[in-house]
């Protein structure tokens, strides 16, 4: 099916977008808030790790050629400061999990596979092989090793390997920094009283929660009505503090007016109209650094929206890898009616005994209901057609949580 | 295989941990502050949504049963206040996406459907149905209706729901306070010079990171030596202001004393050896509403334990469902070696062209090697056992990440 003239396709779209954005740059901060940030720099190992030979299990530190069939216990060599002890012919150190190897000894014998005595052991009969029960200096980790490569996410795994490093600080790309306006004449603030023709404001919120998971700081949020001289006056008093302008429906963005008079006659509108379902209209523009995104004023088109075209862009400016989500192989459970543009449709998608994942659908697509995303926990990328698609065929999808099981809920 | 007497398995560890544990109380936060929290109540539809008859277009409004062949324009409804026009016989109102339906109307002609005049519109040949292009009043959501559960984790489109409803507040569940003390003598801050036989302390910044992730707050955060008497200490400083004390490694917090000197003669050792890898050495215990989890010291041990142990704690102190991270099925993409315990085993999970998930190793699984979860995105679980498991075999896992494709690094 041909892209009628005015719109561009999706993957288009969103490279335009890609190649609109520089990454943000980077700063340092305290290991202990670093989890949930993008590494700027490759971490390397700055040393062996272990760094000294250590035993692991409790046991005794012997040398494996003595062929003494007992041993004097000489000393205790706990995990913590090398004590320095020296394990001579006929003699051993006691010796327990993680702690450094004493000197002259080159295995451990874990501690129940000796007899004790209370100042001796008695040796079992098969021989020791040396090295056994011991890690070797730099056998996990190597010295000049690239252990993360700048663009990862720092989870709790990534920062305790930076901390296994020696490092005390990291160094993180800025978090880009986002305002959300949402406009509309017909929205008040939750709580309000609802005169007829109006509804609560619910797009600041939905899409201020799912910039923070993708990794922005929210420096403002608020709410305009249809009115683009005031529309502009709130984006003034803002720019200068953010890196990205997100709008919600109401004002049409998308007229090269309408961007000229937010943010001057430099602002340059990329594209204003995508072939795609839910979120046809959708405005990208840039003025002197600053990136513009209009989201359609329904829920579900924004929220797609946010997802297909504003998270790629925050990762670029977070520069996290992948830039853009992988799309996975998933199954139609039940068959889907293309509609006449590309369409990405709300599935949910879980696991069956045989480790196939399964697609869903939840319910009616249509663009305005918020609840059609309750349970969706990936969108399938469906061609534009009118041919419907039986159940078992394999289609894209893009997951946005952890697929479930079938056989649960 | 029998457990060896002195261990439980997993599950009934797991078991035992819920049923010791009871919902925190809940508290209101505003919708700003909501996201990423566990709703306490159910949230229930305080009106029909949308309240009035909306247009799904940008159009014109009519009798569907006027026959006159073209229409004046009376006026323009944008979506906003309800204008309180009225469409009569002849005549159209020009009407918005969103905006309530005039009075007399009972259908949408879309723009690109007609011909427009300066002041009127030409009707098409074709009859126009009751109802055309026009969201009801409640086909979305119904009053009364349960829109989200308790128990859901709060993200951008429940947040987005709550909001539509009117709901400016949200009922959520208290987080639960967390302290984490690393304990060992061979420990140093990151950061520090490292003498011979000392390590950087790296489990109390991962342990939190994770904590975090998983709904927790982290009031209390150190380190402290190989002496249970200063370990003591610590805990009385903090135990007023926590509900769960995280210890990793060094003192041997297993030993009743030692939980005795800790928490008092009132305290509960529930179980101190789990029947598993990594981790066989973990100490649950109760004391007048305080839960204690003495994880083991090595990194990937006391990773897996917070992740099957601690996470369900969490979440039944938060009340979320589900509890327990599903298993799901994973087929082996490499033969496996079962150990002795039942195994945890860190593997990559990825989704092949035909939309199956595969588990690939992680490498060498040595309890210590941190760096064997770094590219982890789930847990296989594995019965204990001395035959290899060939590749192809289906085994449950727990998925901690997304699975990526197949395709891709």
């Known amino acids: 099916m041909s892209i009628p003239s005015g719109m561009i396709h999706p993957d288009e779209a969103r490279q335009i977008v ?21 590494l700027a720099r490759d971490v390397v190992a700055r040393y062996d790790y272990p760094a000294f030979p250590a035993s692991t299990m409790d046991g005794y530190a012997i040398a494996s050629d003595d062929v003494s069939p007992w041993r004097e216990i000489t000393g ?43 100042d001796h052991i008695v040796m079992p009969d098969e021989a020791v092989q040396p090295g056994a029960f011991l890690r070797q200096p730099g056998s996990d980790i190597r010295s000049g090793q690239t252990l993360i490569t700048a663009g990862a996410l720092i989870t709790g795994v990534e920062l305790g390997l930076i901390a296994t490093m020696g490092y005390d600080t990291v160094s993180v790309s800025r978090k880009p920094r986002v305002a959300v306006i949402s406009t509309g004449d017909e929205l008040v603030d939750p709580g309000s009283d609802l005169a007829p023709g109006m509804i609560p404001d619910s797009n600041r919120y939905s899409l201020g929660a799912a910039l923070r998971t993708m990794g922005a700081e929210i420096v403002h949020s608020s709410r305009v009505g249809d009115d683009v001289r005031e529309l502009a006056e709130r984006v003034t008093s803002v720019r200068d503090d953010i890196d990205i302008l997100v709008t919600s429906g109401g004002v049409s963005v998308g007229d090269k007016d309408v961007v000229r008079m937010l943010l001057g006659e430099s602002a340059e509108v990329k594209f204003r109209r995508v072939f795609m379902k ?132």
Chains 1, 2 share one sequence.
């Open 278 to 409: 839910p979120g046809k209209p959708l405005t990208f523009a840039l003025d002197k650094g600053l990136v513009i995104f209009g989201l359609p004023g329904n829920p579900v088109s924004s929220m797609v929206s946010l997802e297909l075209f504003v998270r790629p862009a925050i990762n670029k400016m977070l520069g996290r890898h992948p830039l853009v989500p992988d799309r996975v192989s998933v199954t139609l459970a039940t068959d889907i009616k293309p509609s006449d543009r590309l369409e990405f449709q709300r599935v949910q998608v879980t696991v069956d005994e045989s480790g196939r994942l399964l697609a869903s659908s939840t319910g009616n697509q249509i663009s305005s209901r918020l609840a059609s995303m309750l349970n969706a926990n990936a969108l399938i990328v469906i061609d534009a057609g009118t041919e419907t698609i039986p159940a078992g065929t394999v289609v894209p999808a893009i997951l946005l949580d952890l697929p479930r099981s079938a056989g649960t809920k």
């Open 18 to 38: 890609l190649d609109s954005i520089s990454q943000l740059p980077s700063e340092s901060v305290p290991l202990t808030n670093a989890a949930g940030r993008v």
């Open 76 to 118: 205790v060599q706990i995990a913590g400061p090398d004590l320095g002890l020296t394990v001579y012919p006929g003699q051993t150190v006691k010796i327990m999990t993680g702690a450094p190897l004493p000197h002259g000894a080159d295995a451990i014998i874990p501690i129940e596979m000796v007899e004790q005595a209370d």
